[in-house]
């Protein structure tokens, strides 16, 4: 039996015009239906600036006052969007639903122009809630805090043009290789249909427990991406000519000094997708990636 659903939180950044009219299509299902909105503050202001009607909602601005305040939170952007509500989401297990007001959408999978359909699919019971894992990352300086995990990847890179770094890199305490690149990527299912695959990265389905180690652009041609367990500790020194370089998580970014000690497995908590039926990870993927269809015509 599924839950009643009477909270929604909202999320977003910059809505672009085309996808005003959509927003306020929402909003009205919503009010329709006695549903307890609850805006991102920013969020919120910006629909302001745009003229809807939301002056007497809700608010929230922070992980603390979202928990235990929201039976699923709606994100409306593009999937960097989607990604930015984790660190709100955190582990209070509150289901995220993705509307896509993008571009790509691999994440926030229902289209703008699909509002009354997504809703009445919701409020009908027709989901499922697709179980997604996070990445953690560990250095002895704690650059990211507490927000230092990640749906998508870990990624350590080089500084801008400079030469490219040494990564000496350690699975479960066995030495896996040496890689010398512009940098490494260790992606999630989820992420490996994106800065991943785009370096040659194998697309991994969520359900599967792994990670994708993937090299970006590598000295040595033979290093190829490697997935091994997710039940992994991987650990990783980087070297080279300058005394830094960037590590990110997701969409945040440190600087960090070379021959510091990192170690990345799977965080304790995963996030739920909200998915209707007749979506599923491979037909997004045949839809987004266009598989199948002839560009000829």
Known sequence: MKAVIQHIALYGLHIGNDAIPHVARLLAILREKKINLVFYKPFKEELLKQGLDVAESSEFSTHENLKGNADLLCSLGGDGTMLETISL??????????????????????????VDWAMQELFAGHYFLANRSLLQMNDPEHLFGDLNFAMNEFTVHKKDTSSMIAIHTWVDGEFLNTYWADGLIIATPTGSTGYSMSCGGPIIHPTTGNFVITPIAPHNLTMRPIIVPDSSVIKLVVEGRHDSFLATLDSRSVTMNTGIEMTVKRETFSIQFVRLKGQSFLSTL???LMWGMDKRN
């Open 89 to 114: 989401i955190r582990d209070s297990g509150i289901p995220v639903l993705g509307i896509n007001t993008g571009r790509l959408g691999f994440l926030s999978s229902i289209a703008k122009e699909e």
């Open 286 to 288: 045949r839809n987004k």
